[in-house]
């Protein structure tokens, strides 16, 4: 059974930083395209970035390039998502998601966790 | 970014058929995708590449169109399928999701 289980997340000020994993079983892990999609509370889907199978390669959306790293660990079956000078509008749950081959559509998801920017 | 417009709310009853619409500002090929999302939860694949069902999906749900016009429809709908519903396109970067709309069984 595929799993992806997020960790990380909580209450954060302004201008601070944070790191998400999210540890994946159930699958090949080094074999797929991993991405984080977050959802503000209330609102819709907004894919956040995509990292290689094997995490030369890093694609991020506009609005975080800069701050967001994403970054794997195939040894350890982890991803991750550094983000740093948090912003309010950054506040929302963040998915873990298994891309499929490249396709760029998410088969299974995490459980999310919350970022909430707050001082 | 390619903007993905969804059909509003929606309320249907019991056993009728549903549509819901998805259009892109860009054709995006056949590279439009379903999500189910009930409250408090992660989304769920329904459709994946407009019209191939995903795993374990009931085949009441089906997907249909290409370009930048595509149709989720549930036939026949049941209570169990109150949720939100997004579309998602993965064919130009960077991958976008429509707003979502909410079905609810009346």
């Known amino acids: 059974e595929v799993q992806l289980v997020e960790s990380g997340g909580g209450l954060v000020q302004p201008g601070r930083s944070l790191k998400l994993s999210c540890a994946a079983s159930g699958f090949t892990y080094s074999n797929y395209v991993m991405a984080w999609v977050r959802q503000a509370p209330t609102k819709g889907l907004e894919w956040v970035a995509s990292i290689s199978t094997g995490g030369g390669n890093t694609y991020y959306r506009d609005s975080v390039k800069g701050r967001f790293t994403i970054s794997r660990d195939n040894a350890k079956n982890t991803l991750y998502l550094q983000i740093d000078s948090l912003r309010s509008e950054d506040t929302a749950t963040y998915y873990c998601?298994?891309?499929?081959?490249?396709?760029?559509?998410?088969?299974?998801w995490g459980q999310g966790v919350m970022v909430t920017v707050s001082s | 970014d390619t903007v993905l417009t969804q059909s509003p709310a929606l309320a249907v009853s019991p056993g009728e058929r549903v549509s819901i619409s998805c259009r892109a500002s860009e054709g995006v090929n056949s590279y439009m995708h379903w999500y189910q999302q009930k409250p408090g939860q992660q989304p769920k694949l329904l459709i994946y590449?407009?019209?191939n069902l995903a795993s374990g999906v009931p085949a009441r749900f089906s997907g249909s169109g290409s370009g930048t016009d595509f149709t989720l429809t549930i036939d026949p709908v049941e209570a169990d399928d109150t949720a939100t519903y997004f579309c998602q396109q993965s064919w130009n970067d960077p991958p976008t999701f429509g707003a979502g709309t909410k079905l609810e069984l009346k």
């Open positions: 998601a298994k891309d499929v081959y490249y396709e760029g559509y998410f088969d299974y």
């Open positions: 590449k407009a019209s």
